[in-house]
């Protein structure tokens, strides 16, 4: 799964629960959901921005590592190993 792939879901899902909870907070609003949605709605939210930040900066540092990657031959680490027009020693 890409990690775009899996922010978009983060994003769907946390949309998909606060929909259902504003749906049940109109029947239930009591000191109890008022603390749940202090101790947990309200930090969840928190944590899916944090959690989407992430995996946007995930996305774009794989993205640059790949770039980097196409660009070498196959030799182990960072033992580049020259090209023909480099006069065929190794690095």
Not at 8 to 20: D, K, P
Not at 45 to 73: I, K, N, P, S, Y
Not at 77 to 88: A, F, I, M
């Amino acid at each position: 799964m890409s990690l775009m792939i899996a922010n978009r879901q983060v994003m769907s899902a946390a949309q998909q629960l606060t929909r259902a909870w504003d749906q049940l907070r109109e029947a239930w609003d009591d000191p109890v959901s008022q603390r749940i949605e202090q101790r947990f709605i309200r930090n969840l939210h928190h944590d899916v921005r944090t959690a989407m930040t992430a995996l946007e900066q995930m996305h774009e540092v794989m993205e640059e590592a790949v770039r980097v990657l196409a660009t070498h031959d196959d030799a182990p680490y960072s033992q580049r190993r020259s090209t023909p027009d480099e006069g065929g020693e190794t690095a």
